[in-house]
């Protein structure tokens, strides 16, 4: 499969290609394969409790991937989600694994009615485009008043500013520092409720990595020899050297409108 840009080789292509091994494999290996690399159960669980995700939720992913959050947070806690990203790949294979309504459109444009959702989160979204602020602000434009967004975002630590200036870092990423991001959040109007890092919660089980590992894998062997998934490894490879030196931190954010 022939793709454009790193970006489209990660988050349109490879979506496709693990619903297909996910298809093979089993709908017991949907959630963790589609919530591979922007969240795990413990940090599901900590942005459900703070964002007080219920039964009947309306809730809006926003940038929402393959679907693995908000079906988890739909099998959990019993929510209405809505997920919308701009890649129609990952669309499709939010809808064919989990059934999950999805559209495509972005984060600055959200295809949905003002004060309709009754939550929002925004999974490993926000390090990824130049347009934090118009998409902090479209989400609070959706949101009831007093209503919650649940967010999981990749920092720059280690002093030297905007994320744009992090040596190394995966194309197209664009990682906000922790200043930047409490200003952008208070410009959207939005309160700061709650934040922790990633590294203080509990890892995934073992019986959660070993699922991801069974479908990538799958898709490796179906895929490897392609340039989309060679590009996807190196964008991966990218990463993991930045969290592993320390100049990249998962945070988790609750913030309310």
């Known amino acids: 499969m022939d793709t454009d840009t790193p970006m489209e080789a990660e988050f349109d292509a490879m979506p496709g ?3 297909d091994a996910v298809a093979s494999l089993g709908a017991g290996y949907a959630v963790p394969a589609a919530c591979r690399g922007s969240a795990s159960p413990a ?3 900590w942005l459900a409790s703070r964002c007080r995700l219920e039964a009947g939720t309306r809730l809006v992913d926003v940038g929402g991937g393959m679907g693995g959050p908000a079906a988890h947070a739909r099998e959990e806690h019993g929510v209405r989600p809505l997920l919308v990203d701009p890649m129609p790949g990952a669309c499709r294979a939010a809808r064919r694994m989990f059934g999950i309504p999805a559209v495509v459109g972005t984060g600055a444009q959200l295809p949905v009615v003002s004060a309709r959702a009754d ?3 925004c999974v490993g979204v926000l390090c990824t485009t130049a347009e934090k602020a118009a998409v ?3 989400i609070h434009r959706v949101l009831v008043p007093g209503a919650r967004l649940g967010l999981f975002v990749l920092v720059a630590d280690g002093g030297d500013g905007h994320g744009a200036d ?3 870092a995966p194309e197209g990423n664009d990682f906000p520092t922790r200043d930047e991001l409490a200003r952008l959040l208070d ?3 939005f309160r700061l409720v709650e934040s922790v890092d990633l590294a ?3 890892g995934p089980p073992r019986s959660w990595q070993d699922r991801i590992a069974r479908v990538d894998a799958l898709v490796e ?3 490897g020899h392609e340039a989309a998934w060679q590009c996807t490894r190196e964008q991966e490879e990218r990463l993991s050297r930045l969290l592993g030196t320390g100049r990249l931190t998962g945070v988790l954010l609750c913030a309310e409108t």
Request: proline letters at 4%; zero cysteines.
């Open 200 to 202: 203080d919660l509990p």
């Open 187 to 189: 410009d959207a109007r």
């Open 136 to 138: 902090l602000d479209e």
């Open 221 to 223: 062997a179906r895929h």
């Open 17 to 19: 290609w693990t619903a």
């Open 119 to 121: 939550a929002a989160w």
């Open 166 to 168: 992090v040596e190394g």
């Open 43 to 45: 940090a599901l669980t």
